[in-house]
């Protein structure tokens, strides 16, 4: 999961500073808000809901999860709320689009890591 997270924020680095060159400061850092909207919760997910692994922690596992996704939901609607209330100057499709963007983008790439806990390290 913590792959995941990298390459978000290395796509949401990349969509700021396309979207610099491209039209200026406030769509740049609204994209960027839009990002970190999504990396931000995912971290907080990811925290919690690989913190435990096994069958004996079974109970752990799915109370670990719980707290992790609806800790995610609280953080996602707290982010875009105060991004929409105290940010004066801001492009709110960019700010959406950067978001949907970085959320596929994590989507996309949690079907291209294995999460098998024999896996080689290596």
Do not use: C, D, W
Request: charged share 5%.
């Amino acid at each position: 999961m913590y792959k995941v997270i990298i390459v978000q924020l290395a796509v949401t680095i990349f969509i700021t500073a396309i979207s610099l060159l491209i039209s200026g400061t406030v769509l740049a850092y609204s994209a960027l808000l839009g990002g970190l909207i999504s990396v931000v919760p995912n971290s907080y997910f990811a925290f919690h809901a690989f913190r435990y692994q096994g069958a004996r922690n079974a109970q752990n596992v799915v109370k670990s999860f719980i707290r992790g996704e609806l800790g995610k939901i609280i953080i996602t609607v707290v982010l875009f709320a105060l991004g929409f209330t105290l940010i004066t100057s801001l492009n709110e499709l960019a700010l959406i689009l950067g978001f949907t963007l970085i959320h596929f983008t994590g989507v996309v790439m949690s079907g291209f890591i294995s999460y098998s806990p024999t896996q080689n390290k290596t």
